[in-house]
Nanobody, 130 residues
């Protein structure tokens, strides 16, 4: 009965930073491709930052590339999303997900959020506003 639990969301001003956490239990993140997704009001859920299981490769959606960093702490069985220079368009509920290690980071992020994934977190709200 594995699960993912996100935390760290909140309200920040444009240009600010947040660090989201996603703690896994019941399974080991090291054995999965992991990713962060977001869903803004009126929009479909989309992949933003993903990391491959074996090679550590990462993929970031163009709009966040250079601003967001995904990382994994094996000892804590936790994945993080460091978000810098946040903009109002980054406002969304952010979710973490884990899927088959055969899935590449790019595929993880670009596949529809409606496609099958092994685990989803409950989401954490990020609001960027002045």
């Amino acid at each position: 009965q594995g699960q993912l639990v996100e935390s760290g969301g909140g309200l920040v001003q444009p240009g600010g930073s947040l660090r989201l956490s996603c703690a896994a239990s019941g399974f080991t993140l090291d054995y999965y491709t992991i990713g962060w997704f977001r869903q803004a009001p009126g929009k479909e859920r989309e992949g933003v930052s993903c990391r491959g299981s074996s090679d550590g490769s990462t993929y970031h959606r163009g709009s966040v590339n250079g601003r967001f960093t995904i990382s994994r702490d094996s000892a804590k069985n936790t994945v993080y999303l460091q978000m810098n220079n946040l903009q109002p368009e980054d406002t969304a509920v952010y979710y973490c997900s884990a899927h088959s290690p055969t899935t590449t980071a790019q595929a993880m992020c670009l596949m529809s959020a409606r496609a099958k994934r092994d685990y989803w977190g409950q989401g954490t709200q990020v609001t960027v506003s002045s």
